[in-house]
């Protein structure tokens, strides 16, 4: 919602954008879908400029809505495609990433030696909403094949397509077209033009 509002104000200037709404994957919590390991391609530049521009235009209500009870972080790829459920892992990921490492920090105090672990400095791990910017931390993480790791709570995670996507909303829009043709030669069928 913050970044609605500064889009609404036109206040999105590209750095800002690039600041604010570019996103790496995470590899670190080993989410990806990739055969070859977990490093992905993350959000890139066009989704950053898509999402600035959706804000700006079409999801304009985003955290007011009337006809929900809750926002969905889901819609915001319908308008853009090649947002599936990876891309919203990512950013999801992006998000509650100061979550994750706090989550992961209490387990590795709890259940790892001393030697399973390291003291790791993490970028972009919290947003100040003061300072405008992505704040970054220092966590002990759980050390495995050179990098640390993230652990993610089962509860969140889901391999289902979001529920909101644009696949579905493509299928529903052909399934209302051919509805409303079918209607149409109902009706002719039951109450023909005279001529």
């Given amino acids: 919602m913050f970044v609605r509002d500064k889009a609404q104000a036109n206040e999105l200037t590209e750095g800002s954008v690039s600041h604010w709404l570019l996103f790496k994957e995470v590899k670190q919590n080993w989410l990806g879908f990739s055969k070859q ?3 992905g391609t993350g959000l890139g530049k066009n989704f950053a400029q898509v999402l600035a521009r959706n804000f700006q235009q079409i999801f ?5 809505e009337q006809l929900t009870k809750g926002s969905h972080l889901e819609k915001l790829g319908l308008l853009s495609g090649g947002v599936g459920r990876d891309h ?3 950013f999801t990921t992006n998000l509650i990433k100061g979550y ?3 989550y992961t920090e209490e387990f590795a105090k709890k259940y790892l030696k001393e030697a399973q672990t390291r003291r790791i400095h993490v970028e972009r791990v919290d947003f100040n ?3 405008q910017r992505w704040q970054s931390g220092h966590f002990m993480l759980p ?4 990098d640390y790791v993230i652990l993610t709570p089962c509860e969140i995670l889901t391999r289902d397509d979001a529920w909101i996507n644009q696949g579905e909303s493509h299928r ?3 399934r209302l077209r051919f509805l409303r ?3 149409h030669e109902q009706e002719q069928q039951v109450f023909p033009r005279s001529s």
């Fill in 37 to 39: 390991g977990n490093s």
């Fill in 60 to 64: 304009r209500d985003f955290g007011k």
């Fill in 88 to 90: 919203l892992s990512d």
């Fill in 100 to 102: 994750l490492l706090k």
């Fill in 129 to 131: 909403y003061e300072t």
């Fill in 143 to 146: 050390w495995h094949a050179s």
């Fill in 172 to 174: 529903v829009f052909r």
């Fill in 181 to 183: 043709e079918w209607s």
